[in-house]
């Protein structure tokens, strides 16, 4: 009797390898839509830092009763921004954010603050203050490499740091003086007219973040909710640089502080992607927050009665004008 045995065929090395990283990519990847925030409750949904908290559905960044308040949240699993770094440090991946926000002073005339879209290698970058510095940076006025990107919506005007304008989106560099900066607005799909627009009145407004990493560049675009995306950003950056100021894997999320005057600010909704389209937010059932004593926070009921009790008050002066004319 003759025995033949049959030779197992192995998968070959190449593909193998090939196999395990894509294991490694599909692990690594992030893709998440946040509607609402209704459902945080831990430290696996997202990570908050000082005195930002969950409200009912959304994340408020600021403790008003502290004048010197600051606030972080972070996604808890970190972005792969520099897929090798050992041999190709500056080859850099690409991801997309989009997000609603609320900024909302008690007082419209006050000194505002904003906040800041960030990329950090720590939930605490170290020497951050509170006060006009977002509660992300220090105060050095000389710039150095390190691993903090951010993108900020700023509603004040510092002329220490060159601040353009108090309503404008800037790319900060580990620095509180932005790299670049425009004013807050939107250019117009249809004629490309740019339409500036207040960030700093309670209404929601919608950010895009793209980070092309191969081409070292960042689009933003932002406007009101409502507004579709528009096809021009309103910033471009475009720079090596950015290699300088990033790492390997890095925290993304949000940050924001205060000093004496009070600004409510808040984010409602927040997706974000690094495996290509990005998840869409439905913006129609987000709340929208007016100050308490505003007319515009008044429910439909309220303004009903007092368009009821006007008109009543209105017939019974008639009536006595009327009783007065016959007697």
Known sequence: MSWQWRRRQWPSPLLLILI???????????????????????????????????????????????PLSFGRVFYPQKLTIIPDPTR??????????????SILPDISTSP????????????????????????????????????????EFDTGRNSEVNDIDDNHVGIDLNNIESTTSVTAGYYDS????????????????????????????????????????????????RDPVIANYV????????????????????ILAW???????????????LPVFFLENSSSSLSTGAIAGIVIGCVVFVALIGFGDSTAAHA
């Open 20 to 66: 395990v990283l894509h294991l490694v990519s599909s692990s690594s990847a992030i893709d998440f839509l946040y509607n609402s925030f209704s459902s945080v409750t831990n430290r696996t949904d997202v990570i908050l830092i000082e005195d930002s908290r969950v409200e009912s559905t959304v994340i408020s960044l600021i403790n008003d009763s502290d």
């Open 88 to 101: 190709n440090p500056t080859r850099l991946s690409s991801f997309s954010t989009s997000f609603v926000f």
């Open 112 to 151: 505002g603050f904003g906040l800041c879209f960030v990329l950090s290698n720590s939930t605490s970058p170290p020497n951050a203050i509170s006060s006009q510095y977002f509660g992300l940076f220090t105060n050095a006025t000389v710039r150095f490499n390190a691993p903090l990107l951010a993108v």
């Open 190 to 237: 249809v004629n490309g007219s740019f339409v500036r627009f207040n960030m700093r009145n309670g209404n929601n407004v919608r950010a895009w973040i793209d980070f092309d990493g191969p081409n070292f560049q960042i689009n933003v675009s932002v406007a009101p909710v409502g507004v579709l995306r528009p096809r021009r950003p309103t910033l471009t950056f």
């Open 247 to 266: 790492s390997a894997d890095m925290y993304a999320g949000f940050s924001a502080s205060k000093t004496n005057w009070n600004e409510a600010r808040r």
């Open 271 to 285: 997706s974000l992607s690094d495996t290509g389209a990005l998840r869409e937010i439905n913006t129609t059932n």
